[in-house]
Nanobody, 120 residues
């Protein structure tokens, strides 16, 4: 069994910063991509940022230059540093990871989400 546990959400004023963390635990053989998605009320879930095990990173255009994704592979943890937050960043942020529990397996896992609220 694999779990993703997010932390770090909360309420912040526009222009402020937050750092999200997501730790993967359980029967893990390896982790390929880890990333963050978000879903605002009434909207579909959208990609925020992803990071592969070999260091490649991808960002949504809306967060480029403001958000930074990083990984600690030794801790099976991914972080999202969010700076210059805007009210439109308000959403539930979900951690995502592609994890192999054996050499041949690959499964997409999701965390339960953490709420980020940016006030004006």
């Amino acid at each position: 069994q694999v779990q993703l546990v997010e932390s770090g959400g909360g309420l912040v004023q526009a222009g402020g910063s937050l750092r999200l963390s997501c730790a993967a635990s359980g029967s893990i053989f390896n982790i390929n991509a880890m990333g963050w998605y978000r879903q605002a009320p009434g909207n579909e879930r959208e990609l925020v940022a992803t990071a592969t095990s070999d260091g490649r990173k991808n960002y949504a255009d809306s967060v480029k230059g403001r958000f930074t994704i990083s990984r600690d592979n030794a801790k099976n943890t991914v972080y999202l540093q969010m700076n210059s937050l805007k009210t439109e960043d308000t959403a539930v942020y979900y951690c995502n990871a592609v994890i192999g529990t054996t050499y041949y397996s690959r499964t997409n896992y999701w965390g339960k989400g953490t709420l980020v609220t940016v006030s004006s």
